[in-house]
Nanobody, 120 residues
Framework: QVQLVESGGGLVHPGGSLRLSCAASRSIFSIYAMGWYRQAPGKERELVAAMISGSRTNYTDSVKGRFTISRDNAKNTVYLQMNSLKPEDTAVYYC??????????????WGQGTQVTVSS
């Protein structure tokens, strides 16, 4: 069990930057994967960035080179640094944690979401 709280969203102009934070209620050191998802109106929720086993990272093609996922284990926090923001990045961003309980058995936990709006 883990509770996740996102923060750092807001309004930014195209080309600007934001850093999202995801604070976890317990140590994230042993969590299998931490990730950021986003959902825009009328669209499916999509994976933006993930960190697997504390080091390997995945990014959706549209954010590669612009977004960076990182973590601070001492603070039980995962970050998403978003640079060169585009209007199409506008969405509610959600933090996710996946815990492996055993072979073929996992659980996912979600934060409440934080709104990111990119507009002139």
């Amino acid at each position: 069990q883990v509770q996740l709280v996102e923060s750092g969203g807001g309004l930014v102009h195209p080309g600007g930057s934001l850093r999202l934070s995801c604070a976890a209620s317990r140590s994230i050191f042993s969590i299998y994967a931490m990730g950021w998802y986003r959902q825009a109106p009328g669209k499916e929720r999509e994976l933006v960035a993930a960190m697997i086993s504390g080091s390997r990272t995945n990014y959706t093609d549209s954010v590669k080179g612009r977004f960076t996922i990182s973590r601070d284990n001492a603070k039980n926090t995962v970050y998403l640094q978003m640079n060169s923001l585009k209007p199409e990045d506008t969405a509610v961003y959600y933090c996710n944690a996946k815990i492996i309980r055993g072979a073929g058995d996992s659980l996912s936990f979600w934060g409440q979401g934080t709104q990111v709006t990119v507009s002139s």
